[in-house]
């Protein structure tokens, strides 16, 4: 029986070693699978900074809006002076159609 005695033994420590081996992969496991619903859980790091929000500029609006004014002031008076030329110009055609008109008839 001596020989069974640690025969009987290395066999207790296998199987208790088998258990421990088995508890701490279930373990292991537990822990994986913690961190892996916390990684889902949190939010992605953003890896790029912001551009600096740009503070609002009066000089370059004033300075757009009054060539604007410039621009649609100058188109209003292009506009009118081509309305005078027109009126001008109708005047002296029938001006124009009613002296030809008369030379013809022979007055």
Request: glycine fraction near 4%; charge should be positive.
């Amino acid at each position: 029986m001596t020989e069974s005695d640690p025969l009987a033994k290395a066999e207790a420590a296998a199987v208790e070693a088998a258990t421990n081996s088995a508890a701490v992969q279930v373990a292991l496991a537990a822990v994986e699978l913690a961190k892996l619903a916390n990684a889902q859980h949190q939010a992605p790091a953003c890896q790029h900074q912001a551009p600096p929000a740009r503070q609002f500029d009066t000089k370059k609006w004033l300075v757009i809006g009054g060539v604007a004014c410039v621009c649609s002031l100058a188109f209003a008076l292009a506009s009118i002076a081509i309305a005078i030329g027109a009126c001008c110009a109708t005047a002296c055609v029938l001006v124009l159609r009613s002296m030809w008109r008369d030379f013809q008839r022979g007055r």
